[in-house]
């Protein structure tokens, strides 16, 4: 399924205040006579005093709710606090130490060990010790492959064709302004096309939980975040074109090099054309779900890691 890149610009991070409709206001609410500073100041002087302390209060502020405040902590926690300490993604292939080099590969497979053991005590204690009473957190581990999947599709198909309003959703913000740097980055006459070619092979690698203490929270309802790194292995192709338009006013298709390129009755890239850039890719995904005053939010993206290398294992 290919995905056409529609050039968009570049959603803004924060949602900016309007201005305040002055003009509209004062059409609106009765006009009031102007009084003198003198006459004002003798007014003034003829309220009780608790009459006034009554007004000054009534002048304050209101206090936010409980519920604002909650969510003000909320909006004040990042999405995206890195990759939780411990994560372990298992060498394989040329980067697995052979048997013949012994105190590597044994290093290795204690490593891997510990972290399987860590990860499923995390795992017991965010089911039934991160929050008392239910409904308890969902593990849904048989779902994450389907999902991981899902996710990189939307991923890269949004990213294809610029749209940075569903990388938002589905994205943490450090991954999101890496995305979001990219396509503003485009020229405006660039069209990218991704194809996801078969079923990709997706496995989980490594998946640990942990709670986070937000400050102002009641201990009833914790907060957390869980992390799943999933194995992805599938064929992709990813094939940039540049519109150009023709002598007839008609738009076509052209490479880097400014030659044309072979079209579908859709006028995108050839699915040809899609087979040949087509590469076999295997993908660490980082998958995240934040939990919330004992609620769970939607997994989203949390990036791309690599296989934990020999070095780092040695020097634990």
């Known amino acids: 399924m290919a995905a056409r890149l529609a050039f968009r610009p570049r959603a803004a991070g924060y949602q900016q205040l309007r201005p305040s409709q002055q003009l509209l206001s004062q059409q609106l609410l ?7 500073f003198a006459a004002t100041r003798a007014a003034a002087a003829d309220i009780d005093p608790t009459a006034r302390a009554m007004e000054q209060m009534q ?10 405040q909650q969510k003000g902590q909320m ?32 290093a290795v497979e204690k490593a891997w060990v510990k972290s399987k053991f860590q990860n499923t005590l995390s795992l017991v204690v965010w089911k039934f010790f991160s929050r008392s009473g239910k409904p308890r957190p969902q593990l849904s581990r048989r779902q994450v492959p389907a999902l991981g999947s899902g996710l990189l599709k939307e991923m890269y198909s949004a990213f294809a064709e610029g749209d940075v309003h569903t990388l938002s959703r589905i994205c943490t913000d450090g991954l999101l302004d ?12 660039e069209r990218i096309t991704w194809t996801l070619h078969g079923t990709p092979k ?11 203490p937000v400050p102002g929270v009641p201990k009833d309802k914790p907060c957390g975040l869980r992390q799943v790194v ?10 940039r074109a540049y519109a150009r338009k ?14 044309p390129m072979p079209v ?50 040695e020097a634990q």
């Open 264 to 313: 579908d009755d859709k006028g995108e890239v050839s699915a040809e054309v899609r087979e040949l850039e087509a590469k076999n890719l295997k993908e660490y995904v980082v998958l995240q779900r934040r939990m919330w005053m004992a609620k769970e939010e939607p997994w989203r993206v949390w990036g791309l890691v690599n296989e934990t290398s020999i070095d780092k294992i």
């Open 59 to 68: 002048k304050r502020p209101s206090t936010p709710s409980f519920r604002t």
């Open 230 to 239: 999933v194995r992805i292995k599938s064929r992709q192709s990813l094939v």
């Open 30 to 36: 009765p006009s009031q006579q102007s009084r003198t």
């Open 202 to 212: 997706v496995r989980i690698v490594s998946d640990c939980a942990v709670k986070v």
């Open 75 to 106: 909006m004040s926690v990042p999405n995206d606090m890195g990759l939780l300490p411990g994560t372990f993604v298992r060498p394989t292939g040329a980067n697995l130490p052979g048997l013949f080099d012994a105190k590597a590969r044994f």
């Open 178 to 189: 890496s995305f979001s740097k990219r396509i503003a980055a485009r020229s405006p006459n």
């Open 246 to 259: 023709d002598r007839t006013g008609k738009e076509t298709l052209v490479d880097r090099a400014g030659k």
